[in-house]
């Protein structure tokens, strides 16, 4: 099964930090709905997936996103060319780091929600303020649930391996990157801003945590810059097809 890690710096598409933030009394629609970030960062060692109350008096709202990118027209992590094959299966295996539970901020993971893998749609030549709202069937406001082009699921949990088993509209995108030389591009969303969630618990009132400048709830993962462990960088585990049998000839009906 070999292994593609997402592209790190300086590579285009290599992973990224989008985040957005304003004042909790305009409504977190306000905050989510507007179609570029107001934050960008490719160089920091984890990827926040998740939402916030901020500031002095915790009065901004905060949401965060991130972005991935494979680039498949190249070599596996083995050296091994990835050109040729088909993949018949694939999950996408990221790092979660650990709760921060005291001090100036919390951040919590809530093992009830999923984080959302989605399809990136982004036509530019790299990740930017707009990849925020790059995403397959984009909409403008409400739950993207039933229009975004949803790659797989996995629930939340702090300092862990998460693996999404990607199905199979991901696997045809990537067997056709294969085919192009292409590069595939993910957007990581938390729970709560997929389905725009502003109910108790939701987008502008974080569940749990007591950081009195800061209480986020959702993941921050190791990025591809994480100075852990290489085993920490954000990859696709893919699984190739069974080669089909050659007809060099044929005795009694069998291939060999």
Known sequence: ?????????????????????GALSSGMAAIRDSGTASSITNSQKFINVNHAIIGFGLTSGFISRGGLG????????????????????????LRSMPDLTGGFATIL?????????????????GFDTASYSALDGYVSSGSYDGNV??????????????????NSTCISDINSKISSGGKLLILLLCQDDF?????????????????F????????????????????????????????????????????
């Open 70 to 93: 494979f680039d498949l027209s190249g070599n596996d992590n083995n050296g091994d060319s990835i050109s040729g094959n088909t993949v018949a299966s694939a999950n996408l295996v």
């Open 1 to 21: 099964m070999p292994d593609l890690n997402a592209l790190t710096n300086p590579a285009g598409f290599n992973d990224i930090a989008m985040s957005k933030s």
């Open 109 to 125: 993971s809530n093992t009830g929600n999923n984080i959302y893998a989605c399809k990136c749609n982004d036509s530019g030549t």
């Open 195 to 211: 389905l725009f969630n502003t109910s108790s618990g939701g987008l502008g009132t974080p569940t749990g945590g007591t950081g």
């Open 213 to 256: 400048f800061g209480r986020y709830e959702g993941l921050r993962i190791y990025s591809t810059e994480n100075d852990v462990s290489q085993l920490y960088k954000p990859k696709l585990e893919l699984t190739y097809a069974a080669a089909a049998a050659t007809d060099n000839a044929t005795f009694f009906g069998t291939n060999f």
């Open 149 to 166: 082009t949803v790659y797989g699921t996995a629930n939340e949990a702090a300092n862990s391996e998460i693996s999404i088993t990607l």
